[in-house]
């Protein structure tokens, strides 16, 4: 089901429903003039609770569009417009956390992010390659934060032309080993090339250091950039790969172009 949103200024997203299992989640999914087929980029949201991921995807999917992209912004269970689909992660998290200590909630984030999450995307995925305006040989996965987590773990299990990881797992990885061993155990068997990058204000610069190490070492095609700082903060930093296109965008989509054909 398609039902078109008004915009202004840039192109109009529509609002799609969409099946993972016994669930209907929803998405929004902006789309380049004409028929196509397009290439197009299943982009995974982060941890913000709530419609807050809305802003995030208000600014990438025009810069998506205007490269000749279809952008699909699907909401897993629990969060955005698939809020009453299931219980928000982030409050499973804090509820492990309170029962369990640290350890207890990265495990409890690990563990929803390579199952539930996972298979909300899988099924976005699925749910993108069944449209005549795509061309299903050329769909990448991209995500920021904890979508960039999801993104590297979906290019491990589904056969996407490339990835883009923008701070996967920066503001959790000092404190979860049990997520560092899982991102590099995802980025050895990857299936996709791998595009790392960060702001050097982040949380933590370590993800994108040492899961582009680890591909290296297991002979796996990868690319890794670390920007100037974006913004005054820690938390400014971190949401570059929402909102600093203007600085990262030519090397996205050259990474992108290069991996996926043009």
Known sequence: ?????????????????????????????????GAGPFPAVVYNHGSAAGMLSKEAFDALGPVFVQRGWVFFGP????????????????????????????SAGAE???RLLETNHLDDQLAALAWLRTQRF??????????????????????????YCAAVDSAGGAQSWSQAPVLQSRMRLAVQRARAPIFFF????????????????AMKDAGK????????????????????GYFGASVWADDVFRFLNQRCGT
């Open 1 to 33: 089901m398609l039902v078109a949103l008004q915009a202004t200024g840039v192109p109009a997203p529509e609002i799609v429903s969409f099946p993972s299992g016994a669930l209907t989640l929803h998405g929004v999914l902006y789309k380049p003039e």
């Open 75 to 102: 909401y897993r269970r629990g969060q955005g417009l698939s809020a009453s689909a299931g219980p928000f992660i982030g409050d499973q998290i804090a509820a492990a956390i309170k029962k369990g200590g640290i």
């Open 108 to 110: 409890t984030m690990v």
């Open 134 to 159: 795509v061309q299903p040989g050329r769909i990448a996965v991209a995500g920021n934060s904890f979508g960039g987590v999801e993104a590297v773990l979906g290019a491990e299990r589904a056969d």
């Open 198 to 213: 960060q702001a050097d204000n982040d949380y933590d610069l370590s993800p994108s250091k040492t899961l582009s190490a």
């Open 221 to 240: 095609a990868r690319d890794m950039k670390i920007y100037p700082s974006y913004g005054n903060t820690p938390q400014d930093g971190h949401t570059f």
